[in-house]
């Protein structure tokens, strides 16, 4: 396998850069150290095009991490800034995206460059995070329709006690709370498919939440 290869950072420049490949296990230090500069000096000379060797990079920065538990902390940056010029935040990063993505054709076709990759995974994030909380939400208007229903269900009491007036001009809690579910997981479907549409799922979200609020409200003063 060449040492080298070439890859074409603009329309009339070309630059050779280190084959991509995974260092073996049973590298040693010195191997490792030189693999990791070489592979930095690669994300330099390629502009945006650097994602394949901050992966690399990144996967063998885990690799020292891990295997060397005498580096944490004040340490592991002294570590890193003597040996290979790195801050904390850039070292952070590209062990992130080492992690987020098991190989390098795991990484999602148009992310080229490290801030693409957090910026991704950032949006990734955003979305997960925003379907936990469509289920839990989801969750707990399950358990307060559960409640009004076994409410509803009561036996009338006995002569003079007073009765909860359920105004007809409402749906019942519990189809309000099913029509409030199936919306929420239509809208966290949406989000997980284009992280773009993120922010107008969220606002939708608590616009119906919203809804459910006033809806209860009005019941309460009604029953008054």
Known sequence: MPA???????????????TLRILSSSATDVERTAFIKCHLDAMERCGRRTIQHAWLVGRELVYIHEKRPDLRGRAWIAFIKTNFGLGETQAFGLMRISRAFPTLRSIPAGIDSVRGAIAHLQARREV??????????????????????????????????????QPSALPTSARTCAQLRTAQRQLAEIAAS????????????????ALVRGRVRARSEEAV
């Open 194 to 209: 284009d992280a773009t549409a993120f922010g107008k799922v969220r606002d939708l979200i608590r616009r119906q939440h």
């Open 4 to 18: 080298t290869s070439t890859v074409q950072r603009t329309g009339n420049e070309a630059i050779a850069v280190p």
């Open 128 to 165: 997960e995070d925003a379907e936990s909380r469509v289920r839990e939400r989801s969750r707990d208007f399950g358990r307060s329709a559960a409640r009004d229903d076994a409410r509803e269900a009561e036996p009338p009491g006995p002569p003079g006690e007073v009765e909860s007036f």
